[in-house]
């Protein structure tokens, strides 16, 4: 077979969730299949994170917008190469595909009501640009590949679409997490922090990272702490922290905090390690692949009881309710005070995710390719 795959984002430096899945899958593919050929169409960047094979093709795409590129670029690309086959990696997809279509729909948040409003033109753009693209294409997939089997319920109630359309392929992830001896990790943290424990957070201005409550949660943490970790914050600006705290009537806490912009995959590892606990406490996920890197470090997750990340974190996992601040400070607390429980979370992360992989992930997408008929 030809199969083409979307992955415009991939050759980007600062990738997030969609474009690392799809590279993982793409590497693990070219591990695994060498009968059939792929074209992997990207947009122009610094980072050339994946290589060409004897079956693996890279087709630089140059246009100016994501939309253009899809709408207009691709397909005209695709006429040249005529593949068996079309891959989209992140939700959205040509309106008009001559050829067979398999969309990777992470969620439909985009077609849920807004909790909050989001200060990110470029996310808010994104938003409003799979509203309008995804209810058009997705009766046109041969395929629909989603995350976790509570998105794909969730699809199925809210779209009415056919059962069998629709598949999960749960993600993995890289093998690069793991345990790593404090001595190794040190130089890394620096880079980023001088403290040598602290509490680890993923946030931005996407309303469903529930950064305010998270932030009110440690301030009451702060109240009844006797060690007082700092709270390290990836993907936040100062600007949107002090905005967010000043809102909250918590400016405070400020000396507690510490904003470290974007982290690259290879140094995630370190920072996991250094954590004392990672906190992940969204209040809506598709899946949630920040859960497995941090367990697979052997650093306790504290996470949301919503969505899919009960079924990622699983059934010893620690949930709490994102919307209650005092739910979250109160399992901080716990993890802090309870040395027998903090060991066993560690214990049990490092088995949990034993049950996901990349390749796993690139062998169950494979079978989906090889049942699409010409």
């Known amino acids: 077979m030809r199969i083409a795959i979307e992955a415009q984002r991939i050759f980007r430096i600062n990738k997030h969730g969609m474009d690392l899945v799809a590279l993982e899958t793409i590497r693990e593919l070219q591990k695994i299949d060498t009968a059939n050929e792929y074209f992997i169409f990207v947009s122009p960047g610094p980072d050339h994170c994946l290589q060409e094979t004897a079956n693996t093709h890279i087709i630089e795409i140059n246009?100016?917008?994501?939309?253009?590129?899809?709408?207009?670029?691709?397909?005209?690309?695709?006429?040249?190469?005529?593949?068996?086959l079309l891959h989209c990696t992140s939700n959205t997809a040509p309106l008009h595909c001559t050829i067979p279509l398999i969309l990777t729909l992470h969620d439909i948040i985009f077609l849920e009501p807004r909790r909050n409003s989001n200060k990110s033109l470029y996310q808010n753009m994104g938003w409003y640009y799979r509203r309008l693209i995804v209810p058009h294409i997705l009766p046109y997939c041969e395929k629909i590949i989603t995350v976790s089997n509570y998105e794909r319920d969730h699809i199925l109630e809210t779209l009415k679409l056919p059962q069998e359309q629709i598949t999960a392929i749960y993600n993995g992830y890289n093998k690069h997490f793991h345990p790593i001896d404090k001595k190794e990790i040190t130089s890394i943290v620096k880079k980023y922090t001088s403290k040598e424990n602290y509490i680890f957070f993923l946030g931005n201005t996407d309303p469903k990272k529930n950064v305010p409550r998270t932030l009110k949660a440690y301030s009451l943490y702060l109240q009844y702490s006797s060690q007082k970790l700092p709270l390290l914050i990836a993907?936040?600006?100062?600007?949107?922290?002090?905005?967010?705290?000043?809102?909250?009537?918590?400016?405070?806490?400020?000396?507690?905090?510490?904003?470290?912009?974007?982290?690259?995959?290879?140094?995630?590892?370190?920072?996991?390690?250094?954590?004392?606990?990672?906190?992940?406490?969204?209040?809506?996920?598709?899946?949630?692949?920040?859960?497995?890197?941090?367990?697979?470090?052997?650093?306790?997750?504290?996470?949301?009881?919503?969505s899919s990340m009960p079924e990622i974190a699983g059934k010893n996992g620690i949930f709490v309710n994102p919307e209650k601040e005092e739910s979250i400070a109160q399992n901080l607390l716990k993890l802090e005070h309870d040395t027998d429980f903090y060991k066993t979370q560690t214990e049990y992360g490092l088995l949990q995710v034993k049950q996901f992989s990349w390749t796993q992930t690139a062998l169950s997408l494979l079978a989906i390719y090889q049942s699409i008929k010409k």
């Open 235 to 306: 993907d936040l600006k100062e600007d949107d922290l002090n905005r967010i705290l000043k809102e909250q009537q918590i400016e405070h806490i400020k000396s507690y905090t510490h904003c470290i912009g974007y982290i690259p995959n290879t140094d995630l590892p370190y920072l996991y390690n250094g954590a004392h606990i990672f906190l992940y406490t969204s209040l809506r996920e598709s899946f949630g692949i920040p859960i497995l890197e941090a367990m697979a470090c052997g650093t306790p997750v504290i996470t949301s009881s919503t």
């Open 63 to 84: 246009c100016k917008t994501y939309p253009l590129w899809e709408q207009v670029a691709l397909p005209h690309a695709l006429k040249k190469i005529k593949p068996d």
